[in-house]
């Protein structure tokens, strides 16, 4: 009896280790059951961080290409800069002119050079006057007493550097009336020569017509390069100034009419995306300040399309917020009104005109 007793103790025991056993078991399935959730949670987190970053990539390389085929149209640009000081337009075309005096010879390799040729003229407006029709292997246009005509016949042979110039152009048609002699190289693409001297005049008393092309895009050249050194940034077809300090919103469009800039005008989602890369609260020139209860940004135009974060505009806590920052960086809609008299970064925005 006392042997049964005994057995049934053991029994007893070994069973209570048995149920401790499994409900360890059980426990350590349900935490490691746990773990595997939260590592398949985590997988998926990552597996969301990746399309997103994948997408981003896509992104920056697209932008990395547009920012690349920008950076070759400015070194385009840089490199014609050496034109600048002596090319002028007239119509479609550039011409050049020399300040120095060459034969007729080094006058045509120097345009050649230059990837040009001595000037065709092939119309009365190039030409301004009557020339010699014959097609020979050089032709000279001399002065003759009226104003306006020139010696018919041979080439001339009585010219001197007075009477007489050479021009240059950069036009390529078929070489029918070609003006040569000394008193200062002018490589000229299709420019009027005026024998009598009227077209000088006229040039003098119209320099507005005759001072496009080439000077304008040197103009904008000079001030993208202005831009650049001074640390915009550039984004078609505007240069942006990011602050690294901190103002109201008037003190900060100070600012930026001092740079010859204003405030941020947003008027398109990819201009929208590009002003959240910064990772800034930021100014941008939208207000009600100076007309109460119709948004406005600073050149006067109204509102038509807004990137507005949920719930604003809504004047918190009662606050008067007439002024906009783009705060929320992380999504698109990104605006938020405030005070304008807190403090912020601030974006400035100059287009230029390429």
Request: hydrophobic residues 30%.
């Amino acid at each position: 009896m006392v042997q049964i007793q005994t057995n049934n103790n053991n029994l007893t025991e070994q069973l209570e280790q048995l149920q401790t056993s499994y409900n360890n078991l059980t426990r350590e399935r349900n935490e490691l059951n746990n773990s595997y959730n939260n590592l398949t949670e985590k997988l998926d987190q990552l597996q969301t961080s990746y399309n997103i970053l994948a997408e981003e990539q896509d992104q920056l390389q697209k932008r990395f290409e547009e920012m690349n085929t920008e950076r070759k149209d400015f070194q385009r640009m840089i490199q014609d800069k050496r034109h600048c000081g002596h090319w002028r337009s007239f119509g479609s075309k550039y011409y050049y002119i020399s300040s120095e005096q060459k034969t007729w010879e080094e006058s045509r390799e120097d345009c050649r050079q230059k990837g040009t040729d001595l000037v065709i003229i092939n119309s009365e407006e190039e030409q301004m006057a009557r020339v010699l029709h014959k097609e020979q292997s050089e032709i000279h246009v001399d002065y003759v007493n009226a104003p306006n005509q020139l010696a018919r016949g041979s080439p001339s042979k009585n010219h001197t550097g007075k009477d007489s110039a050479v021009i240059s152009a950069v036009s390529g048609r078929k070489l029918y009336r070609l003006v040569g002699v000394s008193f200062g190289l002018l490589c000229i693409l299709q420019i009027a020569l005026n024998i009598s001297l009227r077209l000088t005049l006229s040039l003098s008393d119209r320099p507005d017509n005759k001072t496009s092309g080439v000077e304008v895009n040197c103009k904008i050249l000079a001030d993208s390069d202005h831009y650049f050194k001074q640390g915009w940034v550039y984004f078609r077809p505007s240069f942006y100034y990011i602050s690294s300090t901190k103002k109201s919103w008037q003190d900060s469009r100070d600012d930026c009419l001092r740079r010859g800039a204003d405030l941020v005008i947003i008027n398109s989602r990819e201009e929208q995306d590009f002003t959240r890369k910064f990772h800034r609260i930021s100014w941008i020139g939208l207000t009600l300040r100076e007309t109460k209860g119709e948004w406005k940004w600073v050149d006067g135009t109204p509102l038509t399309k807004s990137y507005w974060g949920s719930g604003e505009p809504n004047d918190y806590e009662g606050k008067t917020e007439d002024c906009v920052e783009i705060k929320f960086h992380d999504e698109e809609n990104s605006w938020n009104d405030i005070p304008c008299g807190d403090q912020n970064f601030w974006i400035c925005e100059k287009t230029v005109a390429l």
